[in-house]
Nanobody, 117 residues
Framework: QVQLVESGGGTVQAGGSLSLSCVAS????????MGWHRQAPGKERELVAI???????EYADSVKGRFTLSRDNNKNTVDLQMNSLKPEDTAVYYC???????????WGQGTQVTVSS
């Protein structure tokens, strides 16, 4: 089994910055993808940013140039630095891991990010 524990988030004014961190524990060996998704009230969960074991990155168009995702494979952590935040970034952010060896996706409990205008 895999456990994901998130930290960070909170409330910030528009234009400000926040960072999120996630650590994975348990059976995390093998090739996998880590990253973040988010879900705003009344909307579907959407991809924010992911990074593959080889280091390739994928960002949602809405966050490109503002968010930066990084990963430490040795520590099984993934960090999301969010700059120039906008009110539309307000959502619950979920850490995500996909294990190719298990064919399973895992989610953190979610952390709230609120951006006030």
């Amino acid at each position: 089994q895999v456990q994901l524990v998130e930290s960070g988030g909170g409330t910030v004014q528009a234009g400000g910055s926040l960072s999120l961190s996630c650590v994975a524990s348990g059976s995390v060996s093998g090739i996998h993808v880590m990253g973040w998704h988010r879900q705003a009230p009344g909307k579907e969960r959407e991809l924010v940013a992911i990074i593959r074991s080889g280091g390739s990155l994928e960002y949602a168009d809405s966050v490109k140039g503002r968010f930066t995702l990084s990963r430490d494979n040795n520590k099984n952590t993934v960090d999301l630095q969010m700059n120039s935040l906008k009110p539309e970034d307000t959502a619950v952010y979920y850490c995500y891991l996909y294990s190719w060896s298990r064919g399973s996706a895992y989610w953190g409990q979610g952390t709230q990010v609120t951006v006030s205008s």
